[in-house]
């Protein structure tokens, strides 16, 4: 079996040395195949980055900071907290004006780490838009573990480097995937109404534990690739966002119950603390649980 190239710098944009950052370690010469990574404090530039075969994700280590991003000659302008994560697919191109100093790492991804081998490697990453400073407390996790590995100087670090990068790959494809149109004659597969029917129920079952995507596509007997995406072509949202409309929608009933406390509602719902349902009600609803609570 043919040995997989090694990911160095000149797969990148080199955006970082074209407007000097100061980079602090890299993942050049360790031998990595599935991943680029890079942890610096960049300058404020205005640069572009052109479309490349493998994406790219950047954690902010810290901020905030205003940044303005410009695809298809539309403007975005963001103010990005400490935690935020730009993602850029492969294929897709964007203009990036960081308008102040900013600690960040930089994780380039394979393309391969995307692929569904239960599809031929179909590769999924069609489906995945660019994301502008989101936050999501996994993937910063993750990418957090990445950067300590490069600036630790561990030896031998591509052989726990690859599932990290791997986990951060899934978890892009958990949130972000979005069923692309399909080709003209091509039937869209979907899960069967039986399937969907069996997800719910242990959905439901389990909403207070912490349901795992490999658990629900278990139930079809897929791999999580397969099942993220007719997934998502069935039932119109992510695995991801399924569970969190049925936990808002247990919380909603739980709320009606006199002498429940927004904290064991929380937990009962799986939410790890009041806060977070707190959080994900309000995005969810508009209003947090205690003004639902007193107005139904």
Known sequence: ???????????????????????????????????????????????????????????????????????????????????????????????????????????????????????????????????????DAVLAHLAAAVGDTITAGLPASSLFVDPIVSAIANRFIAINYHTPAAEPGKQTQRLTHRQMQRIREFVEANLETDIRLEMMAGICGRSTEYFVRVFKATAGVSPYQYVLNLRIERAKALLGVEGASIADV???????????????????????????????
């Open 1 to 135: 079996m043919q040995s997989k190239p090694v990911f160095g710098i000149e797969d990148t944009h080199r955006i970082l040395h074209q407007f000097q950052a100061d980079i602090r370690a890299s993942s050049e010469g360790l031998g990595w195949s599935q991943a680029f990574a890079s942890v610096q404090r960049e300058r404020a530039y205005e640069g572009k980055l052109h479309a490349l075969s493998d994406s790219l994700m950047v954690l902010h280590r810290g901020g905030p900071v205003d940044i303005t991003y410009t695809v298809g000659g539309k403007s975005v302008g963001r103010h990005i907290p400490k935690g935020g994560v730009f993602f850029l697919p492969a294929g897709h191109e964007c203009d990036v004006a960081l308008h102040a100093a900013l600690d960040s790492t930089h994780i380039y991804l394979r393309s391969d780490l995307f692929a569904d081998s239960e599809a031929g490697a179909h590769n999924v990453i069609g489906g995945l838009a660019p994301m502008y400073g989101e936050n």
């Open 266 to 296: 929380a937990l009962q719902c799986g939410f790890s603390h009041q806060e977070h349902l707190t959080r994900m009600f309000r995005r969810f609803t508009g209003v947090t649980p205690g003004r639902y609570r007193s107005s139904h």
